[in-house]
């Protein structure tokens, strides 16, 4: 049997001031960044700017996936082939969604004369029935109808929550992301997307 020292008690009394000081920075370690997810449908929401796009870097195409029309057509971002896209993920459900479909609407009427298209790909599972209610609520009249009610296409492409918009170039590949709303009728907005989609 040793007999205690000053210096081992020493010791583990610092080993124990170690332990605490690492378990205490641990739990002080900044929260992993807020994704958009859906939430109530009252609270207020901030749109941002294009400046929060996240470039795809390199430039690749998204993964293949079928979403469908109005009708029950099945699609594919490659039969709009030579166009830019911007790929809307959303839901009638979803707030920050809600709070960003007027700009987004906005955006269509400004840039389908450049060869950009606006999809905005509903995740409602109430189909196109749900989407057409909410857009005639809200007087939304200048976008189609586009619906991904399983969420295949945006667990294809890697969406972690809604909003998510994925900015599609003229070759098809995806040259960036946006996550949470977004002010799409922003001057700044408007003009910077002919340039990224080129």
Same mark, same amino acid.
């Given at each position: ?9 020493? *010791?583990?009394? %610092? #080993? ?5 000081? #690492?378990?205490? $920075? ?10 958009? $997810? ?6 207020? &929401?901030?749109?941002? +700017? =294009?400046?929060?796009?996240?470039? $795809? ?12 029309? +109005? ?9 709009? #082939? %030579?166009?830019?896209? &911007?790929?809307?993920?959303w839901a009638t459900w979803c707030a920050p969604c !809600?709070?960003?479909?007027? #700009?987004? @609407? ?7 004369? @450049? ?14 029935? &749900?989407?057409? @209610?909410?857009?005639? *609520? ?19 492409? %890697? ?8 900015? =599609?170039?003229? @070759?098809?590949?995806?040259? %960036?992301?946006?996550?949470?709303? !977004? ?5 700044? $907005? ?9």
């Amino acid at each position: 049997m040793h007999p205690t020292t000053r210096r081992g008690m020493l *010791a583990a009394a %610092g #080993a124990l001031a170690a332990g605490t000081l #690492a378990a205490v $920075t641990l739990l002080r370690k900044p929260p992993a960044p807020e994704i958009a $997810t859906p939430i109530a449908t009252g609270e207020n &929401v901030r749109l941002q +700017a =294009i400046s929060a796009l996240v470039p $795809t870097d390199p430039p690749r195409p998204p993964a293949d996936a079928e979403f469908t029309d +109005a009708g029950g057509a099945a699609h594919r971002l490659a039969d709009f #082939a %030579g166009k830019g896209l &911007v790929v809307n993920l959303w839901a009638t459900w979803c707030a920050p969604c !809600v709070a960003e479909m007027p #700009a987004l @609407q906005e955006l269509a009427r400004k840039i389908t004369a @450049q060869g950009i298209l606006v999809l905005p790909l509903s995740s409602d599972r109430g189909g196109a029935k &749900v989407v057409q @209610q909410f857009y005639d *609520a809200h007087g939304i009249d200048a976008l189609p109808i586009w619906l991904d009610p399983k969420g295949e296409a945006a667990r294809a492409w %890697g969406a972690r929550g809604l909003p998510t918009t994925l900015i =599609i170039d003229r @070759q098809g590949r995806e040259v %960036g992301r946006l996550e949470g709303a !977004v002010d799409w009728a922003a001057e700044a $907005t408007v003009a910077e997307l002919p340039r990224l989609v080129g």
